[in-house]
């Protein structure tokens, strides 16, 4: 237990031991060792770093924003010089491989970068004379705290990338509740924040259950919340700060589906299926768990995808040759090694079963190869819900039109995506489908950091989605300003009109 972390809150710039006594464990994923004991702090450590927050705002706020970017820039240079060192830090504690993590860390980077146009983003508008005599200018203000609730499976692209920068850069601060699963990428990451020369308090990490993170919702310094989790989680967040009166954009689970056309070129198509179903082990909200292909082709397809995946190395996250790392813990293990089980109840046919892999050297890590099942059908469960591990379910369609309907009837609409070669399907795809990022011949459609991450039903409660301009409107209020001077002979007059004028 001597090369066990115990992780500690940083709060109003330093790190401090929290007086908690629950913890819990975080694991290395491809060893399957404890790495971290992680505190479950207290309500008072979080009202403590809410307070902290709050402290730091007004200086925060009224700091130019051109001076504010400016640690941004600095923040990039740095993640890009720990780039190496950031990366190895997502794969060991989240299990992602070694590109993908660089991704992940690539992504933070992405929207620090996007973070630095705040200059030009928060520029507002003015109209001389909007009414004889009277100018009107619109000003965007940064609101004050908010809280940020993260997932274990980016630890450095949502807080760090969706989140904090956008959300400092706008003037404001934040209190994020890290993952208890993976809390070391961000407080590394916030150290880099300190290095560049963000102020005490601007940014506080923490990790707790949700019993503390529900002070978030209801306490009255806290503006808004920005959540990424579970759909039942995201409604109770929505529903209940809403509530209190705050701002909240909650995204949440997905089973996106692909619909796979007869002239969809098959090779490529099923070397981008594999990529977007198994990569980053499934867990991700804009991972491809469902395609949907027309029977003519089904077979072929079928036969193409597991012939890949047959070939995708599984190993350890750090070794750069593996394509394939672990689950983030044996509990999501057994979650989805659960789900394939209950797909096979329900009729499916096995292509392809990870469940039994070892990986050699490392038996104890929490490895599941791709799973492929055939013939899955709507009414399966393992078909409508979010199962996020290396799964592939397998719908078959006669036409175009079958497959669309079946795909809008999920209750999710994060990502969609068409294989085809036909221009009139692809636009008819677009412009039909619910989902809300939409990929034509690319699996995974995540748009860049100056388009907002746009889901739709079930997996999007809010109306500001993150990143592009919702994410700077999101963070900021706007305050309109009518101005009007008096000549002469107004200022001795000694009435005015019903509406002052502004008619």
Not at 341 to 361: C, F, N, P, S
Request: net charge negative; proline share 5%.
């Amino acid at each position: 237990m001597s090369d066990v972390t115990k992780i500690m809150p940083f709060i109003n710039g330093s790190y401090v031991e929290s007086k908690t006594t629950k913890y819990t464990e975080a694991y290395n994923p491809s060893t399957g060792e404890v790495t971290a004991m992680v505190p479950c702090c207290t309500e008072e450590e979080v009202e403590t770093a809410i307070a902290s927050a709050k402290a730091a705002f007004p200086g925060w706020s009224s700091t130019p924003v051109i001076r504010r970017v400016q640690i941004l820039y600095k923040v990039r240079e740095l993640i890009i010089e720990h780039m190496d060192e950031l990366t190895e830090l997502v794969a060991r504690e989240n299990g992602k491989n070694w590109s993908e993590a660089q991704g992940d860390v690539l992504k933070a980077k992405e929207g620090t970068e996007h973070a630095i146009s705040a200059p030009n983003l928060m520029k507002g508008e003015s109209l001389m004379d909007a009414s004889s005599g009277y100018d009107t200018v619109l000003y965007h203000e940064p609101l004050g705290v908010f809280a940020g609730i993260v997932p274990y499976n980016f630890p450095a692209m949502i807080p760090m990338g969706w989140m904090i920068p956008t959300c400092i850069a706008t003037g404001n601060t934040i209190v994020v509740k890290a993952s208890s699963f993976t809390p070391r990428t961000v407080l590394r990451m916030v150290e880099l924040y300190k290095e560049a020369g963000l102020p005490d308090g601007v940014i506080n990490i923490l990790t707790c259950s949700r019993v503390e993170a529900e002070i978030f919702l209801k306490h009255p310094d806290i503006k808004g919340v920005s959540f990424v989790g579970s759909t039942s989680v995201g409604l109770h967040i929505y529903t209940t700060a809403a509530a209190n009166g705050k701002r909240v954009q909650a995204l949440c689970e997905a089973k996106n589906h692909a619909l796979v056309l007869n002239d969809a070129a098959i090779n490529r198509t099923a070397a981008g299926i594999v990529n977007s179903a198994f990569g980053c082990a499934g867990q991700r909200c804009m991972a491809l768990p469902t395609i949907v292909v027309q029977e003519d082709i089904a077979d072929e397809l079928v036969d193409a995808i597991k012939r890949i995946a047959n070939g995708l190395k599984v190993g350890p996250a750090y070794d750069k040759s593996t394509a394939l790392g672990p689950v983030v813990n044996a509990a999501q293990k057994e979650s989805v090694s659960n789900w394939i089980q209950k797909g096979i109840d329900e009729g499916a046919t096995v292509v392809l079963d990870g469940r039994d892999i070892v990986v050699e050297g490392f038996e104890k890590g929490f490895y599941l190869g791709p799973t492929i099942l055939d013939h899955v059908t709507d009414e399966m469960t393992v078909g409508t819900n979010e199962i996020f591990g290396p799964v592939l379910c397998i719908k078959r369609v006669k036409t175009f039109e079958e497959g669309l309907a079946l795909m809008n009837a999920n209750p999710f609409a994060n990502g969609s995506v068409i294989y085809t070669q036909s221009g009139y399907y692809s636009r008819e795809f677009m412009r039909h489908t619910d989902g809300g990022m939409v990929g034509i011949n690319v699996g995974i459609p995540v748009p860049v950091g100056m388009f907002p991450f746009s889901g739709h039903k079930n997996s999007f409660f809010g109306d500001l989605h993150c990143l592009g301009k919702d994410g700077y409107r999101f963070y900021t209020e706007t305050k309109v300003v009518t101005t009007h001077w008096f000549d002469e002979h107004e200022a001795k007059q000694t009435k005015t009109s019903t509406w002052d004028g502004t008619i």
